[in-house]
Nanobody, 115 residues
Framework: QVQLVESGGGWLQPGGSLRLSCAASGIQISEHAMNWYRQAPGKQRELVATVLTGGHTNYVDSVAGRFTISRDNAKNTVYLQMDSMKPEDTAVYYC?????????WGQGTQVTVSS
């Protein structure tokens, strides 16, 4: 049984930092492209950051330079370091593992940026 468990969400003020974690079981993240998505109220889910099996990373323009995705294959865990947070970063953040035709999702973790 595949499980992706996100943690690290919460409330913070603009300009602050937060690190999300996604612990995987039932799969080896080293064999998957790992992604972080987010969904704000009333909006579609959007892809925020990707780390490929070879380590290459991609970011949506709105977070480039502020967010960093990384993976620790030994711990089977993916991280999203979020710095210089803005109110528009408020959303539920989801971890995703993708390989071929298979997609696995976590349950999501709420991040709220507000003064």
């Amino acid at each position: 049984q595949v499980q992706l468990v996100e943690s690290g969400g919460g409330w913070l003020q603009p300009g602050g930092s937060l690190r999300l974690s996604c612990a995987a079981s039932g799969i080896q993240i080293s064999e998957h492209a790992m992604n972080w998505y987010r969904q704000a109220p009333g909006k579609q889910r959007e892809l925020v950051a990707t780390v490929l099996t070879g380590g290459h990373t991609n970011y949506v323009d709105s977070v480039a330079g502020r967010f960093t995705i990384s993976r620790d294959n030994a711990k089977n865990t993916v991280y999203l370091q979020m710095d210089s947070m803005k109110p528009e970063d408020t959303a539920v953040y989801y971890c995703n593992a993708h390989r071929w035709l298979f997609d696995y999702w976590g349950q999501g973790t709420q991040v709220t940026v507000s003064s």
